[in-house]
């Protein structure tokens, strides 16, 4: 493959970038009354803007070819129909077999892998309408009341994530709990007000090697068994969900309790596997698999339209514009919804756990930027705490600014004022402030020339900033998955434009390899000199002063 600055569409962009970089986004609304639709789309009930974006039709353009010129679309093919393309672990990739709900076959080495899919969910449909109903008893003969996920990463995020976001849908019968820390406070805060009686854990880890997990689970089932008493009755309180049977067999859980999936869905893209059971037991079954419709109509647009109206095509290569021609580093995910309080977490791991890479794919090192930092929270409150910096910080922080047209709760005005500052905080970074506009404010309040004269530089908006808008009917089942597959392939597309594999993880071991090793050192209160002087220190001071095990 050629190297990306190479390109000729990449030249293209920095010519471009250069000649793009004096003008204000003001003026290309001023000029062009037409903008908002000519870059906004609507996808079902979602309508993305992008208008609020320092580019033109002739950018949009020079972008797609770029998208063409990496084979964006060849790529796309091999990921569906299950081509190998996760070098680096020699897998190929198929989160999106999860939700093929049109069932068309899909192989992998000469067999299809849809029965298992459907077989697998068929038994989360049963096993969650059975908990559900109470018709799943403890050990006492009670139903359950709590269920607790344990796993961390994938195995946490999507879940928890998607049941908070959906908690509307959710009856009050049973509760949903998520343990992802190592940290035992989690595990005992959860706990403390719970009935093991009633109480159901689902162990969730792709590997089911995972430290923190295996840890918590092996704490659960201590807490668990101190008051059943009874080895036998584990089998009514813990499920297991995992591609590794072996270690589930040795866990202590019976094979006909693990709920199955495969080394093709990586942990970030998991939640549409049976790492989704939470989601099935909060939401039922038919929602859960309204969730998976979402995702799957937003892969069939992916797949199928162009790339000049594919949303998530233009949405990772407006990405790619901030990112390596206006050297963003970072981009923020602002929810105007409550239930997407975790949004910008799970978003943050599918992002920067896929892309963070300084390699390509054939490891050579990399020449220009590659995955951005993402982080976020919900809009109001950030415009109460870190919103000053986006605005009048040098630094450019592109932004995607998602909201609902229906609240589930509404109580008075609220809605109608979280909407307007929605609106309002896109338009105030586009346009910005300037010196005659704020000076001319300052007189009407009645200020001095010589207050004016003072004031006027920190009054100063230079606008100019870019957005995104996702606005959305309503948070349901179906939206949610189609939101989420959005960002998915967005990633998928910026680590296609970079050339890196953006489904393995590397960078995770060395610090897990590390933590294995000074283990054993913290055993006992023997100084340690293995290490550097600052890490030896740390050890030694910690081990030097009280501490828990
Ligand atoms: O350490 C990173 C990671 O492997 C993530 O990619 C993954 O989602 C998480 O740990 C949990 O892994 P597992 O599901 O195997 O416990």
Known sequence: MNPLTKLNSWQALQTHQAEMSGTHMRDLFADNPHRFHEFSYLFNDILFDFSKNRLTKETIRLL????????????????????????????????TALRNRSNRPIYVKGEDVMPGVNHVLERMRKFSEAVRSGAWKGFSGKPITDVVNIGIGGSDLGPAMVTEALLDYQRPNIKMHFVSNIDSTQLFETNRYLNPETTLFIISSKTFTTVETMTNARSAREWFLNVAKDESAIERHFVAISTNAEE???????????????????????????????????????????????????????????????????MAMIGIWYNNFFGADTHAIIPYDQYLKR???????????????RVDRDGNPVDYATGPIIWGELGSNGQHAFFQLIHQSERLIPADYIAMHENKHPIGEHHTILLANFFAQTEALMKGKNAQEAAAEMKAEGLSDEQIAKLLPHKIFTGNKPSNSILIQKLDPKTLGSLMAFYEHKVFVQGLIWNVNSFDQWGVELGKQLAKAIQPELSDNQPIHSHDSSTNSLINYYKSHPHSR
């Open 248 to 314: 589930v067999r040795k866990f202590g859980i019976d094979l006909g309790l693990m709920f199955e999936f495969w080394e093709w869905v990586g942990g970030r893209y998991s939640v549409w596997s049976a790492i989704g059971l939470p989601i099935a037991i909060a939401i039922g079954f038919k929602r859960f698999e309204e969730f998976l419709q979402g995702a799957f109509e937003m892969d069939e647009h992916f797949r199928k339209a162009p790339l000049e109206i594919n949303l998530p095509v233009i």
């Open 64 to 95: 797609i070819n770029l998208a063409e010129e990496r084979d964006v679309k060849g790529w796309t093919e091999k990921m569906f129909s299950g081509e190998t393309i996760n070098n680096t672990e020699n897998r190929p990739v198929l989160h």
């Open 343 to 357: 949004l910008p977490s799970y978003i943050r791991q599918m992002d920067m756990e896929s892309n963070g890479k």
